[in-house]
T-cell receptor, first 118, second 111 residues
């Protein structure tokens, strides 16, 4: 498996433009997470899905942010309109909860999408 | 509201010495704790974990200690190597779903 795939790796845009970040989780994983990394706050959980259903979006900073997971192999994080303070690295991660096993939820992260809003 | 805190943004140690990275948490419901390691331009990768029923877990040069009463955990790396230089994130969860991370500590191991 190629791991969690994120695109684009780098995005530079101007304030007010729409930004769409994409994620392909590991095949068979049933959880998908979106995190944002900033110098001040580290890794912030934005939203996560279980079996394509959003479970907790309380970390989404504003209504300008939205996330979808139309199927098990694809998710998007959209920012519209974008602002300079949205500049950060956005990570997608996925995991599999194996039935009958009680243990640690180990996330596999993608390489991240670095967003710069001018 | 940061439920997981890493108060030291950076740490520098000499090769061969011990590195101790610290993490504090506020949510007493957390029952699993993990450390992730992140190199530049890569995503974080899982390093080691510990459940709340234990106070120590060891994996080679890496040991994680958990003090539930103090809501504190630490990662010990002995001996430290230059390849250990990375950002280390502490994470905690109160079930399977939710995973909260700290701000990270940048470790530099000097040759």
């Amino acid at each position: 498996d190629a791991g969690v795939i994120q695109s684009p790796r780098h995005e530079v845009t101007e304030m007010g433009q729409e930004v769409t970040l994409r994620c392909k989780p590991i095949s068979g994983h049933d959880y998908l997470f979106w995190y944002r990394q900033t110098m001040m706050r580290g890794l912030e959980l934005l939203i996560y899905f279980n079996n394509n259903v959003p479970i907790d979006d309380s970390g989404m900073p504003e209504d300008r942010f939205s996330a979808k997971m139309p199927n098990a192999s694809f998710s998007t994080l959209k920012i519209q309109p974008s602002e300079p303070r949205d500049s950060a690295v956005y990570f997608c991660a996925s995991s599999l909860k194996e039935q009958g096993i009680f243990g640690t939820n180990v996330l596999t992260f993608g390489a991240g999408s670095r967003l710069t809003v001018l | 509201d940061q439920q997981v805190k890493q108060n030291s943004p950076s740490l520098s140690v000499q090769e061969g010495r011990i590195s101790i990275l610290n993490c504090d948490y506020t949510n007493s419901m957390f029952d699993y704790f993990l450390w992730y390691k992140k190199y530049p331009a890569e995503g974080p990768t899982f390093l080691i974990s510990i459940s709340s029923i234990k106070d120590k877990n060891e994996d080679g040069r890496f040991t994680v200690f958990l003090n539930k009463s103090a809501k504190h955990l630490s990662l010990h790396i002995v001996p430290s190597q230059p390849g250990d230089s990375a950002v280390y994130f502490c994470a905690a969860s109160d079930g399977w779903d939710d995973m909260r991370f700290g701000a990270g500590t940048r470790l530099t191991v000097k040759p």
